[in-house]
């Protein structure tokens, strides 16, 4: 298994500003994901974050919204840019480990006023 | 492409009673399928998944699914709920291009179980 950590847990932003999100994982891992919980739904991937690449971003994600870092096999970090009450959501990373094994961190509560 | 449908946005039953999760898959390939629980403010568990191995599934928490090829469903049930159980459940079904073992996930929309007393 996997423990996950995300800072911070939870935050109130200005509309126009941006927030990082941190991600750190007790053990070395190859892949990382990014998933977004806007309220009431369910979760969105925004991007898989590898290790010594860029990060593949899904469809309807652009990197200049949401730029990733992954500097290591622990820790990786997202940052929602020029943030509008839209981007109110739960933000989750995740890790695989074993073999279609996800392990999801506590997730950062965001709102936007 | 690969979806998800939970049947049921709320389900609510007494402790004590059976629990059944509703869960129905699309996959042009053999897929590998998931629950997922989210207790408050706390991040996803993994339940139980379904590898192409034995189609009924354990779980933990005394949780189980079956997965029926034929009506292409993945229900979630537990024989007697507990006050415990009450959290947002999720089906999800992996998405297996990024060629690997790490695939995505493709979640359904949820389901929050409610446990009266």
């Known amino acids: 298994s996997a423990v996950i950590s995300q800072k911070p847990s939870r935050d109130i932003c200005q509309r126009g500003t941006s927030l990082t999100i941190q991600c750190q994982v007790d053990s070395q891992v190859t892949m990382m994901f990014w998933y977004r919980q806007q309220p009431g739904q369910s979760l969105t991937l925004i991007a898989t974050a590898n290790q010594g690449s860029e990060a593949t971003y899904e469809s309807g994600f652009v990197i200049d919204k949401f730029p990733i870092s992954r500097p290591n096999l622990t820790f990786s970090t997202l940052t929602v840019s020029n943030m509008s009450p839209e981007d109110s959501s739960i933000y989750l990373c995740s890790v695989g480990t074993v073999v279609l094994q996800q392990y999801f961190g506590p997730g950062t509560r965001l709102t936007v006023t | 492409a690969q979806s998800v449908t939970q049947l049921g946005s709320h389900v609510s039953v007494s402790e004590g009673a059976l629990v059944l999760l509703r869960c129905n898959y699309s996959?042009?390939?053999?897929?590998?399928l998931f629950w997922y629980v989210q207790y408050p403010n706390q991040g996803l568990q993994l339940l139980l998944k379904y590898t192409s191995a034995a189609t009924l599934v354990k779980g933990i928490n005394g949780f189980e699914a079956e997965f029926k090829k034929s009506e292409t469903s993945f229900h979630l049930t537990k024989p007697s709920a507990h006050m415990s159980d009450a959290a947002e459940y999720f089906c999800a079904v992996s998405d297996m291009n990024y060629g690997g073992s790490q695939g995505n996930l493709i979640f359904g929309k949820g389901t929050k179980l409610s446990v009266k007393p």
């Open positions: 996959s042009s390939v053999p897929p590998y």
